[in-house]
């Protein structure tokens, strides 16, 4: 089992800055692929970032203004999200996935809300 906490999360005015951090622990992820999403008020959760071995995602909302990293010798994953804009804000979760066992095993952290003033 793997569990992921989330921290770095808060209020932050627009065009700020805050750092996101998902720790994980039971087991080492640094082979895991790892993701951010989130999920506003009424909205659908959107996938924002995610790093595999071979590459690296970002939603376009979010391309130039946010940054995923891992810090494997940590087993942390991060994101890091500059020039916020209201629009950014949401309950922000950490996402690891890998495949043994002969199947997909996923965990998720509890969420971390990010909001964003005008």
């Known amino acids: 089992q793997v569990q992921l906490v989330e921290s770095g999360g808060g209020l932050v005015q627009a065009g700020g800055s805050l750092r996101l951090s998902c720790a994980a622990s039971?087991?080492?992820?640094?082979?895991?692929?790892m993701g951010w999403f989130r999920q506003a008020p009424g909205k659908e959760q959107e996938l924002v970032a995610r790093?595999?071995?071979?590459?690296?995602y970002y939603a376009d909302s979010v391309k130039g203004r946010f940054t995923i990293s891992r810090d494997n010798a940590k087993n942390t994953g991060y994101l890091q999200m500059n020039s916020l804009k209201p629009e950014d804000t949401a309950v922000y979760y950490c996402?690891?996935?890998?495949?043994?066992?002969?199947?997909?095993?996923?965990?998720w952290g509890q969420g971390t809300q990010v909001t964003v003033s005008s």
């Open positions: 996402n690891v996935g890998a495949r043994f066992d002969g199947r997909w095993n996923e965990y």
């Open positions: 039971g087991r080492t992820v640094s082979s895991y692929d």
């Open positions: 790093i595999t071995r071979g590459s690296i």
